[in-house]
């Protein structure tokens, strides 16, 4: 899947322009008294702005620190503590200066989309997965053992013909949930499959 289409990064470059501050303005950048007017919300923007006509936003010479970081993932629904921001802030800029410019800022969001869409595929591959309806949020050893049968070979050599014991799903478990545990939990699942990834 292509996230990063025109369209997008025209959508983008209007999020962009609506909050960050110029670059000439440094007092402002990062946790500074000025937010720039970014605590407002997308929706509550003046129509007649010019930042709001996505062909015509400029985004040259405009910087997004803390604050106003902070300002544009609450608009857009990524909840987030100052800490968190903060660490975002640092993650995305490669240059360490403080602030995220245009391109930084366009990576960082299609990280997060790239994120979401991946939360909500494992999702349905669990669900798939969780044959037995019972809607507990966990995948038990039959249905663990039943999805590996069923994606593994047969008659193919000697290894891919043993059959699964119980002590190998018990260890299939362990592995992924960790001692204790009876079953592999969606958030236990998601950190796996995205550790292979």
Known sequence: MDLLTPHLISQLRTVYS?????????????????????????????????KNDSS??????????????SSVMQALGL??????????????D?????????????????????????DADLAEAFAAIDRDG???GTLQA????????????????????VPLTRADIDGIIFEIAGPNASGVSLPDFSKMMKASL
């Open 142 to 161: 039959p249905e663990i053992e039943a999805e590996i049968l069923a994606v593994k070979p047969q008659g193919t050599g000697a290894v891919r013909d």
């Open 56 to 69: 015509r936003a400029k985004v040259d010479g405009l910087v997004l620190g803390l604050s106003q970081l």
């Open 134 to 136: 019972d809607k507990n």
């Open 94 to 118: 490669t240059l360490g200066r403080g602030y995220l410019d245009f391109p930084e800022f366009v990576l960082l969001m299609c990280s997060e989309m790239r994120d979401t869409v991946l």
């Open 18 to 50: 609506l909050f960050a501050t110029p670059i000439s303005d440094l007092s402002n950048v990062g946790g500074g008294s000025g937010d720039n007017g970014a605590s407002a919300s997308l929706s509550n923007r003046p129509n007649g702005d010019e």
């Open 79 to 92: 909840e987030a503590t100052e800490t968190e921001v903060y660490e975002t802030l640092s993650h995305c």
